[in-house]
T-cell receptor, first 114, second 109 residues
Framework: GAVVSQHPSWVICKSGTSVKIECRSL??????MFWYRQFPKQSLMLMAT?????????EQGVEKDKFLINHASLTLSTLTVTSAHPEDSSFYIC??????????FGPGTRLTVT | GQNIDQPTEMTATEGAIVQINCTYQ??????LFWYQQHAGEAPTFLSY??LDGLEEKGRFSSFLSRSKGYSYLLLKELQMKDSASYLC??????????WGAGTKLIIKP
């Protein structure tokens, strides 16, 4: 089956620093990648959708200058949280899809900002 | 607006059967997904329904009625490892997933 990896699986950083999260599709080419954020006991919240080689489309309320998304290839997308603050602490999950309807999820990255 | 409703929490007994309902109102419909999510982990795919009817896959079955905007996930022969949150998600006319808040299923011995 389709496998999506994320790195790192968890990260702790200091307030004001930036953190980069990688999302890779290991055995298929992902034409579209999605970035979600999930706070405890809440559902997934879509942050942005990115297509390879083009700018990401951000959901309303998500600051594109704070959450930088790069989808440089058909197997890699990165999310950079710039100038992180404690309220950015969350579970960040990426998913990837090819031409199929289904999205394949990565294992998630738990970010803690101190 | 778009809306997905599912119960917040359900409790069931090991070995029993449980049905988790999901109702939706979305802008268009391109299929309904059920995902399982264990605490601290990402969701894993369970089922996809785009036509009316029942799809059976082992101990799990999913039902869809597009005219009623309704789906359910049926779990049989419950095991302790089935304790998790179950997320209902609908793909709208823009092929964007609209997520329910999830149903936390607690299995008791």
């Amino acid at each position: 089956g389709a496998v999506v990896s994320q790195h790192p699986s968890w990260v702790i950083c200091k307030s004001g620093t930036s953190v980069k999260i990688e999302c890779r599709s290991l055995d298929f080419q992902a034409t579209t990648m999605f970035w979600y954020r999930q706070f405890p006991k809440q559902s997934l919240m879509l942050m942005a959708t990115s297509n390879e080689g083009s700018k990401a489309t951000y959901e309303q309320g998500v600051e594109k200058d704070k959450f930088l998304i790069n989808h440089a290839s058909l197997t890699l997308s990165t999310l950079t949280v710039t100038s992180a603050h404690p309220e950015d602490s969350s579970f960040y999950i990426c998913s990837a899809s090819s031409r199929e309807v289904e999205q394949y999820f990565g294992p998630g990255t738990r970010l803690t900002v101190t | 607006g778009q809306n997905i409703d599912q119960p917040t929490e359900m409790t069931a007994t090991e070995g029993a059967i449980v049905q988790i309902n999901c109702t939706y109102q979305t802008s268009g419909f391109n299929g309904l997904f059920w995902y399982q999510q264990h605490a601290g982990e990402a969701p894993t795919f369970l089922s996809y329904n785009v036509l009316d009817g029942l799809e059976e896959k082992g101990r799990f079955s999913s039902f869809l009625s597009r005219s009623k905007g309704y789906s359910y996930l049926l779990l049989k022969e419950l095991q302790m490892k089935d304790s998790a949150s179950y997320l209902c998600a609908v793909m709208d006319s823009n092929y964007q997933l609209i997520w329910g808040a999830g149903t936390k299923l607690i299995i008791k011995p």
